[in-house]
């Protein structure tokens, strides 16, 4: 069965921490996403990569940078963690042109205190 | 600019009742897709359909339906004989297609419809 995998299912840091999410798809798609999902404010993109090394802001990209060195690894990486961070966040991937949606992860709740 | 939205916030029925979930989108694209999501408690995102601009057919899957259509920009979900394992949050979303580069299958999200079912 196909899979995107989240390292962490629930985390909890402090304020001003480096934090990194890790996504991992063994589906070989070209693409990958973060999204963050907030009460009310449904599923916002922060990131998204569509090659190695490659990389695109999504809506919300402030206070977050990603990685992508290897094409099944998406990474994302919370400079210095601030409590307005805290949220749900979910990694997908995608394959281009066949479209056939995104397959996501099983998401992060992190938590900054 | 697209945009996708799902104007019910939340929606309660009884267990057998029909639900239908509503959902509209805006694209200048002629070349388009369309897709529901369904969220459990759990968290995870499961996929329940595609649907491409040019097939306009409706779908049914079990006690699913989906009913497209482009004059009114529209792809609702219906879920006949509600059951409460079918309580969850439900995301409609769009992509555009063409030959973008960069920004291949960008999935828009609405908002979500949060269904209760109840015993």
């Known amino acids: 069965d196909v899979k995107v995998t989240q390292s962490s299912r629930y985390l909890v840091k402090r304020t001003g921490e480096k934090v990194f999410l890790e996504c991992v798809q063994d589906?070989?798609?070209?693409?990958m996403f973060w999204y963050r999902q907030d009460p009310g404010l449904g599923l916002r993109l922060i990131y998204f990569?569509?090659?190695?090394?490659?990389?695109e802001k999504g809506d919300i990209p402030e206070g977050y940078s990603v990685s992508r060195e290897k094409k099944e690894r998406f990474s994302l990486i919370l400079e210095s963690a601030s409590t307005n961070q805290t949220s749900m966040y979910l990694c997908?991937?995608?394959?281009?042109?066949?479209?056939?949606?995104?397959?996501f992860g099983s998401g992060t709740r992190l938590t900054v205190v | 600019a697209q945009k996708v939205t799902q104007a019910q916030t939340e929606i309660s029925v009884v267990e057998k009742e029909d639900v239908t979930l509503d959902c509209v989108y805006e694209?200048?694209?002629?070349?388009?897709?369309l897709f529901w999501y369904k969220q459990p408690p759990s968290g995870e995102l499961v996929f329940l359909i595609r649907?491409?601009?040019?097939?306009?057919q409706n779908e049914i899957s079990g006690r699913y339906s989906w009913n497209f259509q482009k004059s009114t920009s529209s792809f609702n979900f219906t879920i006949t004989a509600s059951q409460v394992v079918d309580s969850a949050v439900y995301f409609c979303?769009?992509?555009?297609?063409?030959?973008?580069?960069?920004?291949?299958?960008?999935?828009?999200f609405g908002k979500g419809t949060k269904l209760s079912v109840k015993p």
């Open positions: 997908a991937s995608s394959s281009w042109p066949e479209n056939y949606g995104y397959t």
């Open positions: 589906m070989d798609h070209e693409n």
């Open positions: 990569s569509y090659d190695v090394k490659m990389k």
């Open positions: 694209t200048r694209d002629t070349t388009y897709y």
């Open positions: 649907r491409n601009s040019f097939d306009e």
């Open positions: 979303a769009l992509s555009e297609g063409g030959n973008y580069g960069g920004s291949q299958g960008n999935l828009i």
